[in-house]
């Protein structure tokens, strides 16, 4: 299984997909270490990252008991690592795009 994938999209900006199996843990690390063999030399505080991680969850109307439901689900995402903190990537790097979602 080849673990990286680097794609020159311009002069100067790269895409890299990273391949991970469920139970594996993500290492940027690693990711790095892979590129630079692949002919892609990059360091982490000068690359950014672009992640499509982030929703806002917005309640609508519904019953009382659904209510109490949806406010557990949002007190368990609201608690819920974020994906740059999960990977290890420091904040001033991380463009993170996102949605808003209604529950």
Request: proline share 4%.
């Amino acid at each position: 299984m080849r673990r990286v994938a680097i794609e020159q999209r311009s002069p100067t900006f790269w895409r890299v997909v990273a391949s991970y199996g469920w139970h594996e843990t993500l290492n940027v690390e690693e990711i790095f270490h892979l590129c630079g063999l692949g002919g892609l030399n990059c360091r982490m505080m000068e690359t950014s990252f672009f992640m499509m991680s982030h929703e806002s969850l917005i309640m609508s109307k519904r019953p009382w008991y659904l209510r109490l439901r949806g406010k557990l689900f949002l007190a368990l995402q609201r608690n819920a690592l974020r994906a740059s903190d999960q990977f290890e990537i420091p904040p001033n790097r991380v463009i993170e795009l996102g949605t808003q979602v209604e529950i």
